[in-house]
């Protein structure tokens, strides 16, 4: 149980173009999910925290007009990279909370590496 | 002073041998603690949680956690080379919010 996918696993587009990564709760239903960016040997920077059927917060530095957040139902969340850059390139990764008793687990999707050309 | 302190390492040891792992933390009201696995270009796993002080143990992996020092290990017996990864610890309190730590690169020579 508590499987996160993402799709696509890995996408190249061309700079300017803007590329669509979804994430989904398989086997549960998620009041929040998570959105971080990983560079290489670096650790996870989260990015933005959405609910479902509200906007998105996001952390301080990250452009919300450039990294689009939609959180339409308690599966399903994407987060659109407009008009990308060759800075953009990275690991792009979600994960989706879970309610055990008390406390909030949070579970991982395999990520999505983006390269810009 | 960061809410989570983790050695980002990286760590290097013999297949065979007990690997520790720490992190320590600052906020006292952090009350449930998670270990992560994350293999190269792969999301991280939960490996284990606990939230209480004391000892968890699963298979191969122990979980410790001492809330009086603030302070959380894993360790791993009889390591093995599918080990090798980076470890991160996470911890909570009653809400949703996670913190991190850095992340620990281990690597189990063969």
């Known amino acids: 149980g508590a499987v996160v996918s993402q799709h696509p696993s890995r996408v190249i587009c061309k700079s300017g173009t803007s590329v669509k990564i979804e994430c989904r709760s398989l086997?549960?239903?998620?009041?929040?999910m998570f959105w971080y960016r990983q560079f290489p040997k670096q650790s996870l920077m989260l990015m933005a925290t959405?609910?479902?059927?509200?906007?998105?917060?996001?952390e301080q530095g990250v452009e919300k007009d450039k990294f689009l957040i939609n959180h339409a139902s308690l599966t399903l969340s994407t987060l659109t990279v407009t008009s990308a850059h060759p800075e953009d390139s990275s690991f792009y990764i979600c994960?989706?909370?879970?309610?055990?008793?008390?406390?909030?687990?949070?579970?991982f999707g395999p990520g999505t590496r983006l390269t810009v050309t | 002073q960061k809410e989570v302190e983790q050695d980002p390492g990286p760590l290097s040891v013999p297949e065979g041998a007990i690997v520790s792992l720490n992190c320590t933390y600052s906020?006292?009201?952090?009350?449930?603690f998670m270990w992560y696995r994350q293999y190269s270009r792969k999301g991280p796993e939960l490996l284990m949680y606990?939230?209480?002080?004391g000892n968890k143990e699963d298979g191969r992996f122990t979980a410790q956690v001492d809330k009086s020092s603030k302070y959380i290990s894993l360790f791993i017996r009889d390591s093995q080379p599918s080990d090798s990864a980076t470890y991160l610890c996470?911890?909570?309190?009653?809400?949703?919010?996670?913190?991190f730590g850095t992340g620990t690169s281990l690597t189990v020579i063969p």
């Open positions: 994960s989706a909370d879970l309610r055990r008793g008390a406390f909030y687990e949070q579970y």
């Open positions: 086997d549960f239903q998620a009041t929040t």
């Open positions: 959405s609910n479902e059927g509200s906007k998105a917060t996001y």
């Open positions: 906020n006292s009201a952090f009350q449930y």
């Open positions: 606990t939230y209480s002080s």
């Open positions: 996470a911890m909570s309190d009653y809400g949703n919010q996670f913190y």
